[in-house]
């Protein structure tokens, strides 16, 4: 059985580096640990959240009244033969695994097709829940399958891409919070490890050049605005604002790209700023609290939606 601790300060487990206290709080290095301390969450009749790398989540500045279980199970394995003439394709990794670590576990076993992932700052339990991706990628293009657990019936699944509803930002363990991640397999492609570390050299030159790295910041903020949204005429739309015709041809309108449009970038509010390089991240520089964060959050979705008439929807996730 985990430890369970008492009054564990959140601030320490996020990038961001901003919250109050979890009220149980919990470690876990395998998928039976998993299982113990969600039972005990309910035997105590407390609510529970699963927390991977912290890297897209915002924790309110009163914590979090119930148990946060920090995934720390991080086991990747080869599936399949792994000799030169049989090699296999297909890489398993536990939820609390980083994103980093599957990327250059994949390129050591001559695998490629994943290496736009190195800049993400997630766990794949959470690049899976939220469907991450980035350099037009996403989790979805590379996931064979998902083992979850249902902390309902208290069984395991084992579930194909296909069932797993995968959308932008979006996956079936968003719909249905009883379904805790476990593992993902992966399939990707036999690869060259010189070009893949040439790729994965590229992307990291890509995000330092436009990203915050090493900031205390949870990624972006906001999803991009996609043209099917069934609030947004495309046509109509690109005729008020032509400023807009660069994306016309793209799924998306980035959001950080209507908050620059509206001279955000640099807007502080308290400890938390709108940053200078990339406007669709929110910089704790150094004692935000998670209400300048929402306030700058609330800021930034009026303006937008006054100008262009667009809700702009959360990427990051609240936990209060």
Not at 17 to 43: H, M, N, T, V
Request: with cysteine.
């Amino acid at each position: 059985m985990p430890d369970i601790q008492e009054n564990v300060s959140l601030a320490y487990h996020t990038v961001f580096k901003i919250g109050g206290p979890a009220r149980y709080f919990c470690e876990i290095a395998s998928a039976d640990e998993l299982a113990e301390a969600i039972l005990w969450a309910k035997k105590n009749g407390s609510p529970f959240f699963i927390l991977g790398a912290g890297s897209n989540v915002l924790v309110a500045d009163g914590g979090y009244g119930g148990l946060v279980i920090k995934n720390r199970a991080d086991k990747i394995e080869l599936l399949g033969g792994s000799t030169a003439k049989r090699r296999s394709n297909r890489l398993k990794a536990d939820a609390g695994s980083s994103m980093a670590k599957v990327v250059a576990e994949s390129v050591k076993a001559g695998l490629s097709g994943f290496e736009w992932a190195i800049g993400i700052p997630g766990t794949i339990g959470g690049s899976v829940r939220g469907n991450a991706g980035c350099f037009g990628s996403e989790i979805k293009d590379v996931v064979e399958s998902v083992e979850a657990f249902d902390s309902e019936k208290t069984i395991n699944y084992k579930l194909p891409t296909i069932n797993c509803n995968f959308s932008y930002r979006h996956s079936l363990f968003k719909e249905n919070s009883n379904l805790i991640i476990l593992s993902a397999t992966l399939k990707l492609k036999s690869g060259n490890p010189t070009e893949s570390q040439k790729l994965i050299s590229e992307y990291a030159k890509k995000r330092v050049s436009s990203q915050d790295i090493g900031a205390k910041c949870a990624g972006c903020i906001f999803k991009n605005v996609e043209w099917s949204r069934k609030d947004l005429s495309k046509t109509e739309f690109l005729t008020r604002f032509p400023e807009l015709k660069q994306f016309s041809n793209q799924k998306s309108i980035p959001a950080g790209f209507l908050i620059d449009r509206l001279g955000l970038k640099g807007h502080k509010i308290g400890g938390a700023q709108i940053s200078l390089k990339h406007a669709n991240y929110f910089i704790n520089t150094g004692n935000a609290s998670a209400e300048d964060v929402l306030t700058l959050i609330a800021v930034a979705k009026e303006k937008t939606q006054n100008h262009y008439g667009i809700y702009l929807e959360k990427e990051i996730q609240l936990l209060v």
